[in-house]
């Protein structure tokens, strides 16, 4: 069943500054967020995905006690106002996980280094009962340790069921594939059930291996839900012309409504790819 999950932030420094639930001042604006969490709601949302730590690139990890600090005033009032509705916290904190379970009846963990960051994070997804979202987030190198496929179009044909790749899409595609079974094998160790798969764009990959492992997504795994997290990120908005202006920001073009199209367009194509899972900015301009 297709789901969109709608993007929420309680951090000063979230690329797309309309996700940000603060006030001027900085602090957490809970008749803001409030207003904001029925908004999606009402518009569609099937999930909340509410984050108090930046991931934009280069950022730098607050830490779980400033991270809680954040997050402790929404969950108050989303256990009082929104109990029942699905939740999804961004961290990549075990104790964090933890500490958000009494405020949701249905949460899942929404953790960018899928486990690889907290080593407690899998076994306490998995003891804790809730959801969770593993992605792909290594850089695509042979330094990984997973072996090098992008040899050349022969190499896509064999690997990938007689479609022709670039080297450069094949070996994208070689890598992260090669990621999810060792995930896979890791989740079923740790006793992990219930877990959705998201590739990982804009996580340390190219540009065009962004967009090989958008065009190719229906030769990846499907076993597990696909998620996909593409809305406003700079794949899109460096395709524009106004990406090589320097009097525009990041934060800037990513607020462009030519960026808000190109998310529609490229969720579009995550559909037909297989994706069923949608994390967006814009719940009612998702398509």
Request: proline letters at 5%; hydrophobic letters at 40%.
């Amino acid at each position: 069943m297709e789901k969109r999950m709608g993007i929420l932030n309680l951090t000063p420094d979230s690329f797309f500054p309309e996700s940000r639930m603060l006030s001027g001042d900085g602090s957490f604006d809970g008749a803001r967020f409030l207003s904001a969490v029925q908004t999606h709601l009402d518009k569609g949302a099937d999930i909340i995905d509410l984050g108090a730590c930046s991931t934009r690139p280069g950022y730098t990890d607050v830490g779980a006690q400033e991270e809680w600090r954040r997050l402790q005033p929404a969950l108050e009032l989303w256990k009082r106002h929104f109990f029942s509705v699905p939740l999804s916290i961004d961290t990549y904190h075990a104790e964090i996980a933890r500490r958000c379970a009494p405020y949701s009846e249905h949460l899942i963990i929404n953790d960018i280094s899928a486990g690889d960051y907290d080593s407690d994070m899998l076994s306490t997804v998995a003891e804790l009962g809730c959801g969770y979202v593993a992605m792909h987030h290594d850089r695509l190198r042979e330094a990984d340790g997973v072996e090098d496929r992008a040899q050349g179009p022969e190499d896509g044909v064999s690997r990938f069921g007689g479609a022709t790749l670039s080297a450069e899409a094949a070996g994208a595609l070689s890598q992260v594939e090669a990621w999810y079974e060792k995930f896979s094998l890791r989740a079923e160790s740790a006793g992990l059930k219930d877990w959705w798969f998201d590739p990982g764009y804009g996580f340390g990959k190219s540009l065009a291996q962004n967009w090989a492992l958008l065009r190719h997504l229906d030769l990846l795994p499907h076993e597990r839900p696909i998620l996909v997290g593409l809305s406003r990120k700079s794949m899109l908005y460096k395709l524009l012309p106004e990406a090589s202006d320097p009097k525009y920001s990041p934060s800037e073009l990513a607020a462009l409504p030519q960026t808000k199209t190109l998310t529609r367009l490229a969720n579009r194509l995550a559909r037909l790819g297989g994706a069923s899972i949608f994390r967006v900015h814009d719940i009612e301009d998702a398509f």
